[in-house]
């Protein structure tokens, strides 16, 4: 069956780093594109980044540029966020998923995001940012 497992949560002080992985299993990961989204309490879910199926094209949205990169290994079936500067706005739960299709990113996820977005998606791992 499909499986998307996370790991590399923690607490961590802020302008700390952690990498977050993700070991897909029960699909085929290496043609499928996928995303990094996360959940904080209260809170709307939101996209961070997407990936196509070969590594080559990557996006993030715009409160993640320039402090996470999103990166995969298809021989290992695993996915990567790696965040660096982290702040406590951070803290949330962080999901990978896989979108329906053969699209990675959509417009509209800036402001609205549901798990209907997505054909497969892990339990997350918490990410908490506090000093």
């Known amino acids: 069956q499909v499986q998307l497992v996370e790991s590399g949560g923690g607490l961590v002080q802020p302008g700390g780093s952690l990498r977050l992985s993700c070991a897909a299993s029960?699909?085929?990961?290496?043609?499928?594109?996928m995303n990094w989204v996360r959940q904080a309490p209260g809170k709307r879910l939101e996209a961070l980044s997407g990936i196509n199926s070969n590594g080559g094209g990557t996006t993030y949205t715009d409160s993640v540029k320039g402090r996470f990169t999103i990166s995969r290994d298809n021989a290992k079936n695993t996915l990567y966020l790696q965040m660096n500067s982290l702040t406590p706005e951070d803290t949330a739960v962080y999901y990978c998923?896989?979108?329906?299709?053969?699209?990675?990113?959509?417009?509209?996820?800036?402001?609205?995001?549901?798990?209907?977005?997505?054909?497969?998606w892990g339990q997350g791992t918490q990410v908490t940012v506090s000093s």
């Open positions: 029960g699909f085929t990961f290496s043609s499928s594109p």
């Open positions: 998923a896989k979108p329906k299709g053969k699209t990675y990113w959509f417009s509209r996820w800036a402001y609205q995001l549901d798990w209907n977005e997505f054909d497969y």
